[in-house]
C-alpha cells in the first residue's frame, strides 16, 4: 500500500508562502490521484486540491483558488502544495491523501470529498499569524 508524509509546513505572516510536500512511498504514486485536505481547529475536514496522474485536471477549492497551486513529480514521487498569499483562514493542518483504486479521478469542477481517500499522511501544520 502507498504511504504518504507530509512536510513543509511551519508559521508564516499573513501574504506569506510555504510550498508543502507529500512524498509517496510503498507503491509507485503514478497512478494515483492525490489530493490535499486541510482541518482548522473546530473544523472539518476540507479538500483543497487535488492532482491526477499525469497532472491534468487539477481541482482547486474556492477558497484558495488563484492562490495555490498544486504539481507532482512521479519521478520524485512528490506531490506539491506550492501556497501564496495565505491568510489567518489558511491556518490548519494539512494533509496529503490518496485513494485505493486508480480509478479515482479528479475533475477542476470538482467535488473534492474524503470518501475514495484511503491513504493519508499524519498531517503537517501551517499556521499563519501576524
Known amino acids: 500500500q502507498i504511504q504518504l508524509v507530509e512536510s513543509g509546513g511551519g508559521k508564516v505572516q499573513p501574504g506569506g508562502s510555504l510550498r508543502l510536500s507529500c512524498a509517496a512511498s510503498?507503491?509507485?504514486?503514478?497512478?494515483?490521484?492525490i489530493a490535499w485536505f486541510r482541518q482548522a481547529p473546530g473544523k472539518e475536514l476540507e479538500g483543497v486540491a487535488c492532482?491526477?496522474?499525469?497532472?491534468?485536471?487539477?481541482y482547486f477549492a474556492d477558497s484558495v483558488s488563484g492562490r495555490f497551486t498544486i504539481s507532482r513529480d512521479n519521478a520524485e514521487g512528490k506531490v506539491y502544495l506550492q501556497m501564496n498569499i495565505l491568510n489567518e483562514e489558511d491556518t490548519a493542518t494539512y494533509y496529503c491523501a490518496a485513494p485505493e483504486s486508480t480509478i479515482v479521478a479528479c475533475y477542476a469542477a470538482g467535488p473534492l470529498t474524503t470518501t475514495w481517500y484511503k491513504y493519508w499522511g499524519l498531517g503537517t501544520q501551517v499556521t499563519v499569524q501576524s
Open positions: 492532482i491526477r496522474s499525469h497532472g491534468i485536471g487539477p
Open positions: 510503498g507503491v509507485s504514486m503514478d497512478p494515483y490521484t
